[in-house]
T-cell receptor, first 111, second 110 residues
């Protein structure tokens, strides 16, 4: 069965640079969620989209923005990167139910 | 602030032993999910429980949702080294964002 696809899997950036993370949900899933997981921490909700509209917002910094496109894929844009932004970023998708299916994650390292 | 407390936080057991992980909250959840996560990988869904008092069994894993839908437990029978990982519970309340539990790191020794 198709799963959530995230790209890139690994990303290394310098401070103050920008980064774009991409998420391709499971086919027919209409809701996408973004999470940030720091070392040794549980995932923290950032933002979600339902049918291309922002549906909920968590602890997402103002330097970050995201959107969902007509094909339901989503992109998380991160600007003015800081050392503290180094983390695993997960995308999850769902359809009709509460259950979210997670992608493999993007490991972002900010130097 | 809604919180999901998991216990124990760390667990190291011998192969063949049984164990139970608890996920507790003071809040009511419309559903609760259990995930297992390997280092550097995304959480993999194990089960979703929706109905208060519900019990689901998946091979050696037994999941229970509390009657009041505020807590859940995961019981593993005859643990194997392949069960090693981080176990996370996640609850949904009101809006559709997850609240993750604090996690239980399980290590099963051969």
């Amino acid at each position: 069965a198709a799963g959530v696809i995230q790209s890139p899997r690994h990303l290394i950036k310098e401070k103050r640079e920008t980064a774009t993370l991409k998420c391709y949900p499971i086919p027919r899933h209409d809701t996408v969620y973004w999470y940030q997981q720091g070392p040794g921490q549980d995932p923290q909700f950032l933002i979600s989209f339902y049918e291309k509209m922002q549906s909920d917002k968590g602890s997402i910094p103002d330097r970050f923005s995201a959107q969902q496109f007509s094909d339901y894929h989503s992109e998380l844009n991160m600007s003015s990167l800081e050392l503290g932004d180094s983390a695993l970023y997960f995308c999850a998708s769902s359809f009709l139910t509460d259950t979210q299916y997670f992608g493999p994650g993007t490991r972002l390292t900010v130097l | 602030t809604q919180l999901l407390e998991q216990s124990p936080q760390f667990l190291s057991i011998q192969e063949g032993e049984n164990l139970t992980v608890y996920c507790n909250s003071s809040s009511v959840f419309s559903s609760l999910q259990w995930y297992r996560q390997e280092p550097g990988e995304g959480p993999v869904l194990l089960v979703t429980v929706v109905t208060g008092g519900e019990v689901k069994k998946l091979k050696r894993l037994t999941f229970q949702f509390g009657d009041a839908r505020k807590d859940s437990s995961l019981h593993i029978t005859a643990a194997q080294p392949g069960d090693t990982g981080l176990y996370l519970c996640a609850g949904v309340s009101g809006t559709y964002k997850y609240i993750f539990g604090t996690g239980t790191r399980l290590k099963v020794l051969a």
